[in-house]
């Protein structure tokens, strides 16, 4: 009945705080109204009635108008033509972008705006790997190749593609602070937790009792032996007597 008694009032203490206004919850949907982008709602593929907290905010290029602009009108020149690939068949995203050869890859992306995700920065880990021309190249430590042979009557460069890895953003659900379903899940899990407390409970007071019969059991051996010692001690006295 205790137990019960304890699982009630529990439940009845998470069912009032999730429903009960939440300081910190207005406090971050204020502060993250200074971040929100003024830009239309994204089509994000959610279920009706998902009120997310962020919006991605456009990017620079995006606001100015220039992400359409070909290499020579953003000001990038070089001689060999590269054209960044990140995916395959219909989802691929293509960067065209120019360099001179022996120029850093990585100087190359960062300025055509492709992103591509560095580990170690040393050219040890792989993180980078990218694929040209058959080749894995390690674009934060390789260059733009120097061996490449000009076409012998236009004396242009061929395009070079490089083939970088796609990158996979985790999507967290960040709508409302609760739902029906997590307010049932947290009453479940609150309840899986005061059984596991009473289970220890039972399990901690068994090894108590084992443990102080043992105790009590080592103390009666001990005394009997010191009385057989104090009475072998008499005997011994009066025999000599």
């Given at each position: 009945m205790v137990l019960l008694r304890q699982l009630i009032v529990i439940g009845l203490a998470c069912y009032c705080s999730a429903f009960a206004p939440s300081p910190i919850q207005s406090t971050a949907t204020s502060s993250s109204r200074l971040y929100m982008s003024t830009e239309e709602k994204q089509k994000t593929g959610k279920k009706e009635g998902y009120v997310p907290k962020w919006k991605k905010k456009a990017t620079l290029?995006?606001?100015?108008?220039?992400?359409?602009?070909?290499?020579?009108?953003?000001?990038?020149?070089?001689?060999?033509?590269?054209t960044f690939q990140q995916g395959t068949g219909e989802d691929a995203t293509l960067i065209k972008t120019s360099a001179m050869p022996g120029q850093p890859l990585k100087l190359v992306a960062s300025q055509a705006g492709q992103y591509i995700k560095y580990g170690c920065g040393k050219g040890e880990c792989g993180t980078c790997d990218s694929l040209c021309n058959g080749k894995y190249l390690r674009p934060c430590v390789d260059v733009v190749p120097t061996d490449l042979t000009p076409d012998p009557e236009t004396g242009e460069y061929a395009n070079l593609v490089i083939q970088v890895k796609g990158t996979k953003a985790k999507v967290v659900s960040s709508g409302k602070f609760f739902s029906v379903k997590s307010f049932f899940m947290g009453f479940w899990n609150n309840l899986l937790g005061m059984g596991g407390f009473v289970r220890d409970r039972r399990k901690a007071k068994k090894n108590y009792q084992d443990r102080i019969s043992q105790e009590e059991e080592i103390l009666r051996r001990t005394a009997e032996k010191k009385r057989k010692k104090a009475a072998e001690a008499a005997a011994a006295a009066a025999g000599k007597k």
């Open positions: 290029a995006e606001i100015t108008g220039t992400a359409e602009l070909s290499p020579e009108e953003k000001g990038l020149v070089g001689a060999v033509p590269i």
